[in-house]
């Protein structure tokens, strides 16, 4: 069985919230030899905890210990922008965007993972923005079709649209959970299987491909929709999508990783000095550390720190190249005599997300320096939980702890891991 890996990065290498909205403060300044597992700040990242069916928040979880967070991104924010770019794209076309003239807009749609929050906001996005959802109890519902060449889905409605003055049909022909044959979600391997076989099934009826991710939306724009000028819209801007829009990649959503590492880590600090959390975020430290308000917010219940979206198109590409750029205002050296170094254990849920391993571990190493925190960092393998946990054989090795999990259900495993 593959258990993943495990990367230490040692110190040695080179708005919308006010202080009064988590105003809570960390207890005295921590370490790991004088304080139980179960006591040390954990930060939840990437993946929230809640029920991967209904969405709803593992308010257990997410109120571990009194320094406890999650760290994410909007996530409905977000997927409305995504929702508004696909359209906005489409309604700004001619009848040549029908390939094969039959009056209907057909999309495809690639879902990272059904059983994931994140991932059903932006197919619901998609869907609203395109008028093809369908609600249950009040709710779009973000279920994989399969095939609905003929409009006869249960699970989507077909919409309409207005291009040049022509109207059109707007129809959701395929979309399909993007899983490796082991399990892993949101891979991009699978889009490449998925293109290909719906290529061969109904190629010419694709218009737009639709993917709630970049890693699944380049494999086919490279595989088929580039070659065919096929419009596509990826999720994350990850540099090499955000290079090939200047070749016909439509567009994708940043979800600001430069912020959401910093606010990882910055976390974790701020509860192992003991000082109040929001310090370095919206209140400005003592190195001059503070995030601007317009690119965050805190919501209070939910114990989240949130980042919001950018939509990165033609117009503005230019300037998010490089994913890997630093919030510069964050960027300061804190004084390691009044913030003595630390040791974080980290994992990443699987090396094969594209955003994780490409975007913000390296932006979790940058911080890791400049806030005095010795970083470890451990790689699961993407569809078994025990690839990672079993890399946390000794918790009281650590100061604190920020945790991707695989299946955002599976919370309680690291809860127990570290009540032991």
Not at 182 to 190: F, Q, V
Not at 404 to 418: F, G, Q, R, S, V
């Amino acid at each position: 069985m593959n258990f993943g890996k495990k990367i230490i990065i040692p110190l040695l290498l080179a708005g919308m919230v006010t202080s009064s909205a988590c105003a809570e403060t960390a207890s005295n300044s921590m370490t790991g030899a004088n304080i139980s597992n179960k006591d040390k700040p954990v930060v939840w990242f990437n993946r929230q905890p809640s029920n991967s069916e209904t969405g709803e928040i593992d308010y257990d979880a997410i109120t571990f210990n009194n320094n406890t967070y999650y760290v994410g991104v909007d996530m409905e924010q977000g997927a409305t922008l995504q929702g508004e770019m696909i359209i906005k794209y489409i309604m700004g076309r001619d009848a040549s965007l029908d390939r094969n003239g039959d009056g209907i807009i057909g999309y495809v749609l690639a879902i990272g993972d059904t059983g994931h929050n994140i991932s059903a906001a932006r197919t619901r996005g998609a869907r609203k923005a395109c008028g093809t959802a369908v609600k249950k109890d009040d709710v779009i519902i973000p279920d994989a079709v399969g095939l609905n060449l003929d409009g006869s889905s249960k699970i989507v409605t077909d919409g309409s649209i207005t291009i040049a003055g022509k109207d059109y049909i707007i129809r959701e022909l395929a979309s399909k959970e993007m899983a490796s044959p082991d399990g892993a979600t949101w891979n991009a391997e699978a889009a490449g299987v998925a293109i290909d076989e719906w290529v061969s099934l109904f190629g010419d009826s694709i218009d737009v491909i639709i993917s709630n991710n970049d890693g699944m939306g380049l494999k086919m724009f490279d595989k088929w929709a580039h070659s065919n000028g096929v419009p596509v819209f990826g999720y994350d801007a990850n540099g090499d999508c955000v290079a090939a829009i200047k070749d016909g990649f439509c567009g994708s959503i940043s979800q600001r990783a430069e912020i959401q590492a910093y606010l990882t880590l910055r976390i974790l600090r701020n509860c192992l000095d003991g000082v109040d959390v929001n310090t370095g975020i919206g209140v400005i430290d003592d190195a001059g550390n503070v995030l601007r308000d317009a690119d965050y917010y805190y919501a209070d219940r939910e114990r989240a720190f949130l980042a919001l979206n950018l939509a990165v198109t033609s117009e503005n590409y230019i300037s998010h190249l490089d994913p890997r750029a630093p919030y510069e205002e964050v960027t300061h050296q804190l004084n390691e005599d009044e913030h003595p170094r630390k040791k974080v254990w980290l994992n990443i849920y699987s090396t094969e997300d594209d955003f994780l391993s490409q975007t913000y571990q390296p932006l979790l190493q940058l911080y890791a320096y400049s806030l005095n925190l010795d970083l470890t960092i451990v790689i699961g393998n993407g569809y078994d939980e025990s690839s990672i946990t079993s890399q946390l054989g000794n918790p009281s090795e650590y100061d604190a702890f920020a945790i991707n999990m695989i299946k955002t259900d599976n919370a309680h495993i690291y809860m127990d891991l570290l009540s032991k």
